[in-house]
């Protein structure tokens, strides 16, 4: 007799698809169709069951850790499990960034004991490159020995990347060298530099002219970097959170060449535009890169469906709407980033899969088995295989709610899709075969898991897509 037993669902992968029983011993799933018995079973008739998310790129603080001196992102990792598990996300990959003086294996060592205390779903860290030192290079091949095989890296690395070219040229070639992703956020720090001092000078310093701060010529320009870097050291790259057509322009021209650059965009660039921006609170859209043109989206869309990009993240870095809104920011200092943690695979369902613009496969691929590779947790993480973890979603497509930020698990307290109806949400969230979120009879949901429970994933290299 199994642990669990899920009845009647059918069953997605990013290659398979059909109606069967599935069983899980202890941690991992054990049986996929056949006969089968369970100590707890779930219906999930007239559902689907899909692997759990993975989604590898978010900000999540600590409560027992905050930043000295520093107005940060509002969820840690207690809430933003919580936000995780009601958004059918059972995997985070969380930026650790190193303090001024910290190795990056300082980073991660100080992390990695306090998301243990307080995550309540698996995590991975990326160590995040913020100074360079002999001493910094030096802990990279340890790292990615012990298990960290991804290194994130700015271009607007302390503003103008011509200073800081070499330390980034050489992370890249260690990368490399040691099977580590490179995630690189491709903006142009000295054209940012430019648009935002012209913009203060002619008095357009506010929100409201953020997407003319940093422009989509900025983006491409970083990206083209990015590609050219990545050719000549060897590296594997992760563009993430990729926000316009000229910019995927170019990683699309990459990978005709056989380079192994991949593409994540966010869901903020899938449903919004800069038009937002003129509202009188429209510094509440503000992310980096900003918001973009209606034919953006469209080439965003276009790249999900043909194959482009490969993963859609959060880039989840909440901030409270008093926060966002303080009359004080500017287009230099505005808020960058919003909670997308528990609308991420439901907008996309919603809007992709019910829309037509993307199939059930291609959404399980891009929200789970595709990160879940690139990251080098595949086929622990990412599917449905047996000896795979039972992190599995029950998935209802015909749930209907309206987002309403304030009654979600993100401490922001409201969401910028508030208002929008969206069609297909989770029914049971299930974490290493514990059912971590579950409906109660008055129609909400009920969070099961405990901090702590989460545990850190220890990966392997990069499977190549």
Same mark, same amino acid.
């Given at each position: 007799?199994?642990?669990?037993?899920? %009845?009647?669902?059918?069953?997605?992968?990013?290659?398979?698809?059909?109606?069967?029983?599935?069983?899980?011993?202890?941690?991992?799933?054990? *049986?996929?169709?056949?006969?089968?018995?369970? %100590?707890?079973?779930?219906?999930?008739? $007239?559902?689907?069951?899909?692997?759990?998310?993975?989604?590898?790129?978010?900000?999540?603080?600590?409560?027992?850790?905050?930043?000295?001196? /520093?107005?940060? #992102?509002?969820?840690?990792?207690?809430?933003?499990? +919580?936000?995780?598990?009601?958004?059918?996300?059972?995997?985070?990959?969380?930026?650790?960034? *190193?303090?001024?003086?910290?190795?990056?294996?300082?980073?991660?060592? %100080?992390?990695?004991?306090?998301? *243990?205390?307080?995550?309540?779903?698996?995590?991975? /860290?990326?160590?995040?490159?913020?100074?360079?030192?002999?001493?910094?290079?030096?802990?990279?091949?340890?790292?990615?020995?012990?298990?960290? =095989?991804?290194?994130? !890296?700015?271009?607007?690395?302390?503003?103008?990347?011509?200073?800081?070219?070499?330390?980034?040229?050489?992370?890249?070639?260690?990368?490399?060298?040691?099977?580590?992703?490179?995630?690189?956020?491709?903006?142009?720090?000295?054209?940012?530099? #430019?648009?935002?001092?012209? !913009?203060?000078?002619?008095? +357009?310093?506010?929100?409201?002219?953020?997407?003319?701060?940093?422009?989509?010529?900025?983006?491409?320009?970083?990206?083209?970097?990015?590609?050219?870097?990545?050719?000549?050291?060897?590296?594997?790259?992760?563009?993430?959170?990729?926000?316009?057509?000229?910019?995927?322009?170019?990683? %699309?021209?990459?990978?005709?060449?056989?380079?192994?650059?991949?593409?994540?965009?966010? @869901?903020?660039?899938?449903?919004?535009?800069?038009?937002?921006?003129?509202? @009188?609170?429209?510094?509440?859209?503000?992310?980096?890169?900003?918001?973009?043109?209606?034919?953006?989206?469209?080439?965003?869309?276009?790249?999900?469906?043909?194959?482009?990009?490969?993963?859609?993240? =959060?880039?989840?870095?909440?901030?409270?709407?008093?926060?966002?809104?303080?009359?004080? !920011?500017?287009?230099?200092?505005?808020?960058?980033?919003?909670?997308?943690?528990? =609308? !991420?695979?439901?907008?996309?369902?919603?809007?992709?899969?019910?829309?037509?613009?993307?199939?059930?496969?291609?959404?399980?691929?891009?929200?789970?088995?595709?990160?879940?590779?690139?990251?080098?947790?595949?086929? *622990?993480?990412?599917?449905?295989?047996?000896?795979?973890?039972?992190?599995?979603?029950? #998935?209802?497509?015909?749930?209907?709610?309206?987002?309403?930020?304030?009654?979600?698990?993100? +401490?922001?307290?409201?969401?910028?899709?508030?208002?929008?109806?969206?069609?297909?949400?989770?029914?049971?969230?299930?974490?290493? $075969?514990?059912?971590?979120?579950?409906?109660?009879?008055?129609?909400?949901?009920?969070?099961?898991?405990?901090?702590? +429970?989460?545990? #850190?994933?220890?990966?392997?290299?990069?499977?190549?897509?």
């Amino acid at each position: 007799m199994y642990d669990l037993v899920i %009845r009647g669902g059918t069953i997605v992968t990013a290659g398979s698809l059909g109606i069967g029983d599935l069983g899980v011993a202890g941690e991992k799933i054990a *049986q996929i169709g056949g006969e089968m018995r369970g %100590r707890q079973e779930l219906d999930a008739h $007239g559902k689907l069951v899909l692997p759990g998310g993975v989604d590898g790129h978010v900000h999540l603080t600590s409560p027992d850790d905050p930043a000295p001196g /520093l107005d940060l #992102w509002v969820d840690d990792f207690c809430s933003g499990s +919580r936000a995780a598990i009601a958004g059918g996300v059972t995997t985070l990959g969380n930026m650790t960034f *190193q303090r001024p003086g910290e190795t990056l294996a300082g980073a991660i060592e %100080r992390e990695l004991a306090l998301a *243990q205390h307080h995550a309540a779903v698996d995590f991975v /860290l990326h160590p995040v490159l913020t100074w360079a030192s002999p001493e910094v290079f030096q802990g990279i091949p340890q790292l990615a020995a012990e298990g960290h =095989t991804s290194l994130k !890296l700015f271009l607007p690395f302390e503003g103008l990347f011509e200073a800081n070219a070499s330390d980034i040229l050489q992370a890249m070639r260690l990368a490399a060298a040691n099977g580590m992703l490179a995630l690189v956020h491709c903006e142009d720090g000295a054209l940012l530099e #430019w648009a935002a001092d012209d !913009l203060l000078a002619r008095g +357009r310093g506010s929100p409201h002219h953020y997407a003319e701060s940093r422009p989509d010529y900025a983006e491409s320009a970083a990206t083209e970097r990015a590609i050219a870097m990545a050719r000549a050291t060897g590296a594997s790259i992760y563009v993430v959170h990729l926000s316009s057509a000229v910019a995927l322009a170019a990683c %699309r021209r990459a990978r005709t060449t056989g380079l192994p650059v991949y593409v994540e965009t966010r @869901p903020l660039y899938l449903y919004l535009t800069r038009e937002l921006f003129a509202r @009188p609170d429209g510094a509440k859209y503000t992310g980096a890169p900003p918001l973009r043109e209606a034919t953006d989206v469209q080439a965003l869309w276009n790249g999900l469906h043909s194959g482009d990009i490969q993963c859609v993240g =959060t880039d989840h870095a909440p901030w409270t709407l008093s926060q966002k809104l303080n009359p004080a !920011l500017d287009v230099r200092t505005a808020c960058q980033g919003v909670a997308e943690l528990e =609308t !991420l695979r439901p907008m996309l369902y919603s809007e992709g899969v019910r829309g037509g613009r993307i199939s059930l496969s291609r959404f399980v691929e891009l929200t789970s088995t595709n990160p879940a590779k690139l990251l080098g947790m595949y086929p *622990q993480k990412g599917t449905i295989a047996i000896g795979s973890d039972a992190d599995l979603v029950v #998935w209802d497509p015909a749930e209907r709610r309206v987002v309403e930020g304030a009654t979600m698990e993100s +401490r922001a307290g409201f969401s910028v899709y508030d208002g929008r109806e969206v069609r297909g949400w989770p029914l049971y969230t299930i974490s290493r $075969g514990e059912v971590v979120l579950r409906p109660t009879p008055s129609g909400g949901h009920e969070i099961l898991a405990e901090p702590g +429970r989460g545990r #850190w994933v220890r990966r392997g290299k990069t499977t190549a897509l």
